[in-house]
């Protein structure tokens, strides 16, 4: 069977939730329905799960953490198990990107490099369930008497995983991988714009041998799946990807039990071009890495900051460049461009310009959403804008630049600090001087260096700031999935 019939088989009927490794109903017995934001058409049926099925997604993942179900198996038996999750996200790529491309937007191109980049992941925490050491300690005590001191790096329990529209597969993923790694049993809330991905990795996850009741997903909405998650006492971490403002509601639920909080949020990233830097590099870099993902990219470098005497330059080469990416079918491998994900973020990133317009901030190119069918708004690229005007300080989360001139490194380290987010920044230029200078001093959790939005599994991935706390990836990654305890035994 082609993957498109493989994908349009797994649509038929209303998709349900899947929880203790069954397909079940919703509890309320509502659904709600998936659109197609490239045609506007409704493509899927889903069931709404809601706070009583939290309370059983809950109750699965608490009875495999605590009989020991997957975190009991032996380290060789998980790492088998996690690298044939990996095998099969790239056996079922083309499947996976096409449920993706038509539920989120992004190109097709797009949603293939997250799947491998997922079983990438995976790799990596699957060889680091064997590095997962404690440490002896006893040399070092300062006791009397004698001791056998240790250390024990044991999983924090059952994580509640809740991800954001923009990439589906991939932001569940880089914490799938390190909760699986570290022993954890996880329930998941994906979007209730883009569910589809998780419930057929689900069915992946299963096939590879993940014991069911270990991973439950529950589509639902952030209001009643959402918030019975973050309060939960059943729950012991959660992990959230999406906006400021919801993260900083999560903290105020989780506070009931203390749960641990991982957050990767929002961002309103610098990237910043020296009159030395290579143009043939630094235009398309700066110019991609606003329009990838149609500016849908938490780390997106929405503020351009240009030395003076390029100003005019790579302002218009920008625009000629944004000019010459396809727009279109995401389904269509040469598309570049694909839609917003919803009518609702189209007419957010249309309020944001039509506001960039009437406060003064002059267009360069762009500015008008398309015509016809689907939620496409091309790149807009505005200049000279005052910094403390909307477009300037707030996410935007589309495909919208502001671009500043600036004279040299100190005037430039104030002004790309010269917001509450801290998530990514980019530098183009050909002294190593000033790009390691300013890549000290702009505070923010990443920095690229004449390239943009490099993730690395052995990287750690998070921001600075009200752009979250804790890391992705990386062992940073791992630990927080982790507690750490000590242990003393008086030796006699």
């Keep these: 069977m082609s993957a498109a019939a493989k994908v349009t088989e797994f649509l038929k009927g209303t998709k349900l939730l899947m929880i203790d490794g069954k397909p079940v109903a919703a509890q309320s017995g509502k659904t709600f329905q998936v659109v197609n934001p490239a045609t506007e058409d409704v493509i899927a049926t889903v069931a709404e799960g809601g706070a009583a099925d939290i309370d059983a997604a809950v ?13 009991g198996l032996p380290a060789p038996q998980r790492v088998a198990i996690m690298l044939r999750v990996a095998d099969l996200l790239e056996q079922n790529a083309e499947e996976l ?71 589906p597969i991939s932001t569940f993923f880089i914490k799938a991988a390190p909760a699986l790694a570290a022993g954890c049993s996880i329930v998941h809330k994906p979007s209730e714009v883009t569910p589809l991905s998780a419930l057929r990795l689900a069915e992946i996850l299963l096939e590879a041998g993940i014991p069911a009741g270990v991973v439950n997903i529950v589509p639902g909405f952030g209001r009643d799946a959402g918030a019975a998650m973050a309060s939960h006492p059943g729950i012991n971490k ?45 235009v398309p870099g700066a110019a991609m890495a606003i329009a990838m993902n149609s500016g849908q990219a938490c780390f997106a470098g929405s503020r351009l900051f240009v030395q003076k005497k390029s100003f005019d330059k790579v302002v218009e080469g920008i625009g000629a ?38 406060e003064g901030a002059q267009i360069m190119s762009g500015g008008e959403a398309r015509e016809g069918k689907g939620f496409y708004v091309p790149p807009t690229v505005f200049a000279y804008t005052d910094p403390s005007i909307r477009i300037v300080q707030e996410e935007i ?25 801290g998530l990514g920044g980019g530098i183009f230029t050909s002294n190593i001087n000033t790009a390691h200078r300013l890549a000290a001093r702009i505070e923010t959790g990443n920095v690229w260096v004449n390239c943009y939005s490099m993730l690395d599994a052995a990287m750690p991935f998070g921001g600075f700031k009200e752009s979250g706390w804790g890391r992705e990836l990386s062992n940073s990654g791992l630990d927080a999935y982790l507690e750490e305890k000590a242990i003393y035994v008086q030796l006699r």
Aim: aromatic share 10%.
């Design 59 to 71: 109750a699965a993942a608490r009875r495999t953490f605590e009989q020991r179900t997957w975190r």
């Design 97 to 167: 990107a096409l449920l993706e491309s038509n539920n989120n937007g992004m190109p097709i191109t797009v949603a293939t490099f997250s799947v491998y980049g997922s079983a990438n992941w995976l790799r990596w925490f699957a060889g680091a369930i064997q590095r997962n050491y404690g440490h002896a300690v006893s040399d070092a005590l300062s006791l009397p008497g004698e001791f056998l001191a240790y250390t024990r790096k044991e999983p924090v329990g059952v994580v509640g995983i809740i991800t954001p529209w923009n990439g």
């Design 238 to 282: 959660i992990s959230f990807t999406g906006s400021t403002a919801v993260g900083k509601s999560l903290v105020q639920a989780a506070a009931g039990n203390l749960k641990r909080v991982t957050l990767e949020l929002g961002g309103k990233s610098p990237c910043v071009v020296f009159d030395d830097a290579d143009m043939e590099v630094a």
């Design 321 to 358: 460049f944004m000019q010459t990416l396809k727009m279109g079918d995401p389904l269509d491998p040469s598309t570049q461009l694909g839609p917003l994900v919803s009518a609702v973020q189209k007419e957010r990133v249309m309020g944001y310009i039509e506001a960039g317009k009437a």
């Design 397 to 421: 989360f589309g495909p919208v630049l502001v671009a500043t001139p600036f004279e040299d490194i100190e005037e430039i380290v104030p002004r790309a600090n010269a917001t509450n987010y």
